[in-house]
């Protein structure tokens, strides 16, 4: 891939201006009602097989800079039940070229907008700290402090199968020790990733609203959408024939529950 052909300024990449690209980038993500995932990390560490592990999804997963350059979303169903986007960043890379620093930085700026990055490392990599801090001090530039104690940020430790007995332990050792969560997973062999996934579930419901909600028996729709879009804690059915239900539900889709109760005349 060509980084720069003389043809085009630092501020286009692949004949787009980035300006554009990511004011699309930002109208798509506010016509999606779900919480965004971004996947962050070195070239390497193995980002786009962890967002083809998690999908299922075919995206490029190379040793190949900037493969990834536009970001790759999918819809993720978490086991609660709660829908995100997962978002597939390009990779860093030390000692950046200048004529690829605006595209770096421009896609990079998508991150901001999430609502929780994976910061993925290539555990098993001889430079994985001094990796991570190059992505830190990148990611701080950007306005995401990684050391805060409210970081939106999920540390993951991939290719775990890469390490012999005695290293595995180290790493897992030093992950107890850590001051903050590493996750320790595998892209390649699915190791770690219900795990990884029930993680990132348990982040983004820290603002989960618990409601109790009445549905007649005619509703099956809006039973239906409850089950599709909330975590249902507790179901009891009631001897009209309707169901009573406790349900966890992400307040970003509060008011369309609202809607749909409007609607049905329960509100």
């Given amino acids: 891939m ?48 962890l967002f083809n592990r998690i999908t299922g999804a075919g995206v490029v997963a190379k040793d190949q800079v900037f493969a990834t350059l536009d970001p790759t ?48 490392r290539d555990i098993s990599h001889v430079e994985t700290e001094a990796q991570r801090r190059d992505v830190e001090r ?6 995401i402090d990684a050391e805060a104690a409210d970081a939106k940020i999920l540390e993951v ?17 030093a992950a107890e020790r850590a001051e903050r969560d590493l996750l320790l997973v595998s892209a390649a062999t699915g190791e770690g990733i219900d795990t990884l996934l029930a993680a990132i579930d348990a982040r983004l419901g820290e603002r989960d609203e618990i409601l109790t909600v009445e549905i007649p028996p005619e509703q099956g729709r809006l039973l239906s959408w409850l089950h599709d879009n909330a975590e249902v804690l507790d179901q009891q059915r009631e001897e009209t ?26 509100a």
């Avoid at 630092?10 to 995932?37: I, M, N």
């Fill in 2 to 49: 060509s980084a720069d052909n003389g043809e085009r300024g630092p501020d286009r990449f692949d004949g787009r201006p980035l300006t554009r690209t990511r004011e699309l980038h930002r109208a798509g993500r506010k016509r999606v009602p779900y919480p965004v995932v971004a996947i962050v990390g070195y070239t390497n560490a193995g980002k786009s097989t």
């Fill in 73 to 120: 979303m999918r819809e993720v169903r978490l086991a609660s039940g709660r829908r995100i986007i997962l978002s597939d960043t390009v990779g860093f890379i030390s000692d950046l070229p200048t004529t690829l620093v605006a595209a770096f930085r421009a896609t990079l700026e998508e991150v901001l907008a999430a609502d929780l990055v994976l910061h993925v």
């Fill in 138 to 143: 990148v990611l701080g530039e950007l306005g």
């Fill in 157 to 173: 430790g991939n290719k775990v199968d890469r390490l012999d007995g005695a290293a595995r332990l180290e790493v897992a050792r």
């Fill in 241 to 266: 024939g309707g169901v009573t239900l406790r349900v966890r539900i992400d307040p970003d889709l509060r008011g369309k529950l609202q809607g749909h109760l409007k609607r049905a005349g329960l």
